[in-house]
């Protein structure tokens, strides 16, 4: 490819599944790169191998897919693979809590090979699978369950759904722009080595969400004045522009700054 012209070149980001076996990881990639559902299961002897050109905010990636095996009889196979990964999704069902137990593993399992989280040279979203049962009374895994153990790693979690596409462009999303500022050298608001992957995340949900009670992170029914300052005193803490670098963090502020005048004041309409 001829870049003379300025255009920047095609990224290649290579992003590895983990999780359980019937976890829904095959599916979860599927839904994303071929905008379809397969319902039959056929698990992943070894490792799965794919690839796909996707657009990341106007910038074409090429992204490669490895699919794991969640068997034991396989980690000697794909352990082999980690070192060489951006992005890792760890994967859950919310109707097997084992699979949820699981992570621990999967987490030591990581460190294991790589070391510590903090010099890790891939990014990690969290994803919960097969929302789609919440209502038949077949959950087992609450979002207040996943989403605690993905913030005590200080890993982004996002609930998703192969059948009915739910939160699948979320979870990549935030998965590949947050390896793109990785792989760009791009600090996070910390200012320590590579990219605070929270602050890619608080971006992604007030850059793209269009309910104001969601942009931050607060229940509707609940939700008091305090709670909403509280909530923009984090948020702004991650995205304000004099202290982060990180693409989109303007954009996102006036966001956050606009939904909390617009929740304020119908919080204050409710009470008079």
């Known amino acids: 490819m001829d870049h003379r012209n300025g255009s920047k070149p ?7 599944s983990l999780g359980n076996p019937g976890v829904g990881k095959s599916c979860l990639i599927k839904r994303y790169c071929e905008k379809r559902f397969v319902n039959k299961y056929v698990p992943t002897v070894g490792i799965d191998y794919g690839s796909s050109a996707v657009d990341v905010d106007g910038r074409k990636v090429s992204v490669h897919f490895f699919d794991t095996s969640g068997s034991p009889l396989f980690e000697e196979v794909r352990t082999e693979f980690y070192r060489d990964m951006q992005g890792i999704l ?4 919310v109707t097997d809590r084992s699979s949820f137990i699981a992570l621990d593993a999967w987490l030591a399992e990581l ?27 077949g959950r087992q895994v609450t979002e207040a369950d996943g989403k605690g153990w993905a913030d005590k790693h200080k890993f982004p979690h996002v609930l998703t759904s192969a059948a009915l596409g739910n939160g699948i462009h979320q979870a990549f999303h935030t998965l590949l722009v947050a390896a793109l500022q990785l792989k760009g050298g791009v600090r996070g608001a910390a200012g ?3 990219v605070d992957v929270e602050v890619v995340q608080a971006i992604h949900r007030l850059t793209h969400l269009h309910d104001d009670f969601d942009k931050m992170g607060l229940a509707r029914r609940s939700t008091s004045k305090e709670e909403v ?9 991650l995205v304000h522009p004099d202290k982060c670098k990180a693409s989109g963090a303007e954009e996102a502020f006036k966001a956050l700054t606009q939904a909390r005048n617009n929740l304020l004041k119908i919080l204050t309409e409710t009470t008079v």
């Open 90 to 93: 760890l994967i859950y069902d």
């Open 10 to 16: 095609m990224a290649r980001i290579r992003i590895l």
């Open 192 to 194: 320590g080595g590579g």
């Open 111 to 137: 460190r294991h090979n790589l070391g510590p989280v903090e010099e890790w040279s891939a990014v990690v979203v969290v994803c919960g699978t097969r929302t789609d049962t919440a209502g038949t009374g």
């Open 229 to 237: 300052n509280k909530s923009y005193r984090r948020l702004a803490a």
